[in-house]
């Protein structure tokens, strides 16, 4: 099975960074996804890190490190319309997804 | 372009009666999944379907059943709906499991109360 853990809120300022943490225990790891949820919508895919390293996507970059059961999305330039929940999300062995509890990120003014 | 859409977009419904939850796809995605999402647990999958005429049981299958006649619909029935089945319901679809980048595309979500 898998055990996710990331932080239940952070707050921050319009135009600064946000680092959202998320740390895994897995039985098998086939990548790891980071997804973007408004209140009362869907979830919508952010970003997917397979391989150790950074991966960067204009304001928002994943971080992965496989041996540390560790990532995180960095949100840069932050903007109201990034307050929403953030879901980290990891696949395992059988391509089945396992998701965190989510990270409320609220922006303000 | 739809993409996915789910069927109600909310839902009351009394205790011990049959509901069927309808998702619909147009993406022409071989894989499809049904999540319910709860205050502080997050998405928990429930069942799944890799292609059409197979499905899988998820981490909280119990109280709910599935089919998939077809690659484009994948309805999530309660037999006897309880109480604790009160959640949002999530929709998602992706290309074939097992493939590098399939990533999980969500529906809207329907919103069941138990009464």
């Known amino acids: 099975g898998q055990n996710i853990d990331q932080p239940t809120e952070m707050t921050a300022t319009e135009g600064a960074i946000v680092q959202i943490n998320c740390t895994y225990q897995?039985?098998?790891?086939?990548?790891l996804f980071w997804y973007q949820q408004h209140a009362g919508e869907a979830p919508t895919f952010l970003s997917y890190n397979v391989l150790d390293g950074l991966e960067e996507k204009g304001r928002f970059s994943s971080f992965l490190s496989r041996s540390k059961g560790y990532s995180y999305l960095l949100l840069k330039e932050l903007q109201m319309k990034d307050s929403a929940s953030y879901l980290c999300?990891?696949?395992?062995?059988?391509?089945?997804?396992?998701f965190g509890a989510g990270t409320t990120v609220t922006v303000r003014a | 372009i739809a993409g996915i859409t789910q069927a109600p977009t909310s839902q009351i419904l009394a205790a011990g009666r049959r509901m069927t939850l309808r998702c619909t796809q147009d993406m022409r995605h071989n894989a499809m999944y049904w999540y319910r999402q709860d205050l502080g647990l997050g998405l928990r999958l429930i069942h799944y379907s890799n292609t059409a005429g197979t499905t899988g049981k998820g981490e909280v299958p119990d109280g709910y059943s599935v089919s998939r006649a077809n690659t484009d619909d994948f309805p999530l029935t309660l037999a006897s709906a309880v109480p604790s089945q009160t959640s949002v319901y999530f929709c998602?679809?992706?290309?074939?499991?097992?493939?590098?980048?399939?990533?999980?595309?969500f529906g809207p979500g329907t919103r069941l109360t138990v009464l």
């Open positions: 998602a679809s992706s290309g074939t499991a097992g493939t590098g980048t399939d990533t999980q595309y």
């Open positions: 999300a990891v696949r395992d062995a059988d391509y089945k997804l396992s």
């Open positions: 897995t039985s098998g790891f086939n990548g």
